[in-house]
């Protein structure tokens, strides 16, 4: 059997927050192309640390990545921005959502494709395309997000990671969500996405 190309390699890395706080110790992990990998722990165990390890968010909390390395495809990235992290095609979908209250969902989801550079008919495609995984959001396309059901929420951030054509997909607690047939509804089409890597 041939060895899957890593696409992420997590290898020893340990993160600090506040100088003080030692979250993160020795935790290694790889994401081979076009795979799934889940997190899995109790709370506080550090799988949003993780995650915001990977992509670069821990400065907003005054948390560092102190020792090990983060490599996507073979690149050192802990010392990029979360911008050059997008630009990687590495998207976050932050723990609760998130989305833009006052704007629409396809306003939401059309903010997901604001770094694309590959044209209006490639965007519009990429829209179909959630829109077939989610159909319950076309329904609710032209609804003020904040008015919408959590679920819908979910599916509405999960889909604008989705809209940004991603490389891998970082997904913190997707099935957080009220009622269990949303949750069910979000998972099978990111699940099924074979090209898709995402960890939760
Ligand atoms: N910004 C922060 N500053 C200081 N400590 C933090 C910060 N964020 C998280 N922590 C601490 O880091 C530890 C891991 O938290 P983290 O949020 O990564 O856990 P988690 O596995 O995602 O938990 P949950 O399942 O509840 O979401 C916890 O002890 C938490 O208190
Ligand atoms: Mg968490």
């Given at each position: ?93 932050m723990e ?57 929420q979910q599916m ?45």
């Amino acid at each position: 059997m041939s060895t899957p190309n890593i696409l992420l390699n997590v290898n020893g890395i340990e993160v600090i927050y506040n100088h003080v706080i030692l979250v993160l110790k020795g935790v290694s992990l790889q994401v081979p192309e076009g795979r799934i990998v889940a997190l899995l722990g109790g709370n506080g165990a550090g799988k949003t640390t993780t995650l915001r390890a990977v992509s670069n968010l821990l400065a907003g909390e005054r948390g560092e990545v102190t020792k090990g390395s983060i490599e996507l495809r073979g690149e050192r990235i802990e010392a990029l921005s979360t911008s050059d992290m997008v630009n990687r095609g590495v998207i976050q979908v932050m723990e609760g959502r998130h989305c833009f209250g006052h704007l629409t969902i396809e306003e939401n989801l059309m903010t997901g494709a604001y770094t694309r550079r590959d044209g209006k008919a490639a965007v519009q495609a990429t829209l179909d395309k959630v829109y077939a995984y989610f159909p319950r959001l076309k329904t609710r396309r032209s609804s003020q997000a904040a008015y919408t059901s959590g679920g819908e929420q979910q599916m509405c951030a999960i889909s604008r990671a989705l809209m940004a054509n991603p490389k891998m997909v970082l997904l913190d607690e997707p099935s957080m969500s009220p009622s269990r047939t949303p949750t069910w509804r979000c998972a099978t089409p990111t699940t099924a996405t074979s090209s898709r890597t995402a960890a939760s």
